[in-house]
């Protein structure tokens, strides 16, 4: 039996309400829409921080398993059921992670509950603080592959989420940060970095996405570059508990799902 972990006993419940935006994947090499990142919100559609603001230290745990259920209880009444289903990219803290399968349970229970499959579920992991214990964070990923979902790394090339934590062990999908996306078509050392991520993910079999793509010679350069996934307002905004279209010049070509 999964033994009952630390924040399942100790985590402060949470004393503010909230709920998610989603902005789009986009997979460019089929022409649809790959997945929905869920985006934290206020109740009135206020953004990130001021909710982030709000959680203690005492109600991390509580907090990141919230989110994941919203996430999921959401999706579930907004996405397509004709087909395959869109990913769903849920954020999560690592060191919010006691027990990784005991973690789990609730995830589980919102899925079998919302009829929500496990394989349309991605997980993607960052920190603002350096990740205290890599062997632990392996064990989350081990655990949740194990489990059926997508694991991904935000924010690849900046801060902690870089080549050190891609030695100890490898997602199925990174995240370019979006200060490497930024003003790319005018710089080489961007242009060279991100071609030798990409050899790196080539021959470590992990998939590489750009978020945070804003004009069309920003994706010009990254699609040369070998990428498929994008993310960004090129595309579509968040749109509060919706799941939005893409727009721009980009409209009307992308199918829902696969």
């Given amino acids: ?42 109740r009135s559609g206020e953004g990130a921080p001021s909710i982030l603001s709000r959680v203690r230290p005492d109600q991390k745990y509580k907090f990141d398993q919230a989110c994941r259920v919203k996430a999921i209880e959401l999706a579930a009444r907004l996405y397509p059921r004709d087909g395959k289903l869109p990913k769903l990219s849920i954020n999560f803290l690592p060191n919010a992670v006691y ?11 919102a899925a079998r509950k919302s009829d929500f499959p496990r394989d349309a ?3 993607e992991f960052t920190e603002n603080e350096t990740v205290r214990d890599t062997s632990h964070l392996q064990a989350i990923i081990t655990e949740y592959r194990r489990q059926g979902f997508t694991t991904a790394l935000d924010d ?49 079999d992990i998939t590489v996405l750009a978020e945070g793509v804003e004009t069309e010679a920003e994706f010009t350069v990254l699609k040369s570059a070998g990428i498929t996934l994008f993310q960004g307002y090129l595309f579509a905004r968040p749109s509060f508990e919706t799941l939005p279209g893409i727009g721009g010049a980009f409209g009307g070509a992308f199918r829902s799902a696969a």
């Fill in 1 to 42: 039996m999964t033994r009952q972990c630390e924040g399942c006993q100790t985590g402060e419940p949470l004393d503010f309400e909230f709920s998610m935006a989603f902005q789009p994947i986009v997979d460019t090499a089929d022409n649809r829409i790959w997945g929905y990142e869920a985006l934290v919100r206020g």
């Fill in 99 to 109: 027990e990784p399968a005991a973690c789990l349970r609730a995830t589980l229970a």
């Fill in 121 to 123: 579920i991605m997980f």
């Fill in 156 to 204: 690849f090339g900046a801060g902690f989420a870089g080549l050190g934590l891609l030695a100890d062990f490898q997602p199925d999908l990174i995240k370019l940060d979006m200060d490497l996306v930024r003003g790319v078509e005018g710089s080489r050392a961007r242009q060279v970095i991100i071609a030798g991520i990409m050899h790196i993910a080539r021959e470590l």
